[in-house]
Structure formats: structure tokens, C-alpha cells
């Protein structure tokens, strides 16, 4: 199985951008879509953006398309998701995770999808 480990979280201006990395190790990340979702106090883990196994297609959620973007490098073992833009209401846990079977569009959106998860990088934004 797949173990993920995300970094690059920390604490930034409205407006500014960040990018998450989320290593993987054990397995190969060409086997897997990977999906990031974020947690804000007291709230639940929602939807972020997603990259099929492939990379050829990705998905994100309304409140940040446009401002984020997601990709995965197979060479370097590594999926990314680029913070652009940022807003205070941005501020959360990031959490990335992987998933090997083939699911629709709707089911790439949901916690459920997802065998493996990170353990979260904080991103916080100040207005």
C-alpha cells in the first residue's frame, strides 16, 4: 500500500499562493488518482480538487477553481497542489489521498473514494 506525506503548509497573507506536496512512498503514485480535501475547525473534510491516475484529468471543487491547481510528477513520486490566491476562508488542514480503482467524476469528489490519506499540512491565511 500507498504511505503520503504532505508538507508545505504555513502561515500566509490574503492574496498570496502555496504550494502543498504530497510524497508517497511504498507504491507508485501511476497507480493511483489523487485527491486533496481541506478541514477547518469544527467543519467537516471537503472536497478540494482531484488528478486521475493518468493525469489527464482533474476536477475541482467551485470555490477554488481558478485559483488552485492540481498535478502529479510519477518521476518524483509527488502530487501538488498549487495555492494561488489565497483567502482567509482558505484557511484549513490539507489532507491529500490516493485512490487505485477508476470512479466516476461525482465519486472522485467523495471522502469515500480514497483508501489512503495523509496525515494534513496546516495552511492558514491572514487578512
Known amino acids: 500500500q500507498v504511505q503520503l506525506v504532505e508538507s508545505g503548509g504555513r502561515l500566509v497573507q490574503a492574496g498570496g499562493s502555496l504550494r502543498l506536496s504530497c510524497a508517497a512512498s511504498?507504491?507508485?503514485?501511476?497507480?493511483?488518482?489523487v485527491g486533496w480535501f481541506r478541514q477547518a475547525p469544527g467543519q467537516e473534510r471537503d472536497f478540494v480538487a482531484a488528478?486521475?491516475?493518468?493525469?489527464?484529468?482533474?476536477y475541482y471543487a467551485d470555490s477554488v477553481k481558478g485559483r488552485f491547481s492540481i498535478s502529479k510528477d510519477d518521476a518524483k513520486n509527488t502530487g501538488y497542489l498549487q495555492l494561488n490566491g489565497l483567502r482567509p476562508e482558505d484557511t484549513a488542514v490539507y489532507y491529500c489521498?490516493?485512490?487505485?480503482?477508476?470512479?466516476?467524476?461525482?465519486?472522485?469528489?467523495?471522502?469515500?473514494?480514497?483508501?489512503?490519506w495523509g496525515q494534513g499540512t496546516q495552511v492558514t491565511v491572514s487578512s
Open positions: 488528478i486521475s491516475r493518468s493525469g489527464k484529468t482533474t
Open positions: 511504498g507504491r507508485t503514485l501511476s497507480d493511483y488518482a
Open positions: 489521498a490516493a485512490d487505485p480503482l477508476p470512479r466516476t467524476p461525482s465519486e472522485r469528489h467523495t471522502l469515500r473514494a480514497y483508501d489512503y
